[in-house]
Nanobody, 126 residues
């Protein structure tokens, strides 16, 4: 059984930084692209960014490009989301997800991910 567990969320002032972690278990982590999504209250879940299965490519939602960085440590079965210059609009529950096919670049579409974490809350105040 595949399990994803996020951590690292919290309350942070605008302009600050947070790093989220997502630990995976249950299948060969290094074979799969990983992504981060987020959902703000009253809004649909949206793509934040993704990292290719081998870690050499990342891509992001326009509004976080240059502020957020995704990385992975396959030895620890962990994917990270480093968030800098946080804004109140970044307030949301953040979810990690694992692609449903091995050896891909990743995707911005929810339908391409078959395993999800429980989410970790990030709240940015001004």
């Amino acid at each position: 059984q595949v399990r994803l567990v996020e951590s690292g969320g919290g309350l942070v002032q605008a302009g600050g930084s947070l790093t989220l972690s997502c630990v995976a278990s249950g299948r060969t982590f290094s074979d799969y692209a990983m992504a981060w999504f987020r959902q703000a209250p009253g809004k649909a879940r949206e793509f934040v960014g993704a990292i290719k299965w081998n870690g050499d490519t990342t891509f992001y939602k326009d509004s976080v490009q240059g502020r957020f960085t995704i990385s992975r440590d396959d030895a620890k079965n962990t994917v990270y989301l480093q968030m800098n210059s946080l804004k109140p609009d970044d307030t949301a529950a953040y979810y990690c997800a694992s692609e449903n096919r091995a050896y891909t670049y990743g995707s911005s579409f929810e339908r391409d991910y078959d395993y999800w974490g429980q989410g970790t809350q990030v709240t940015v105040y001004s």
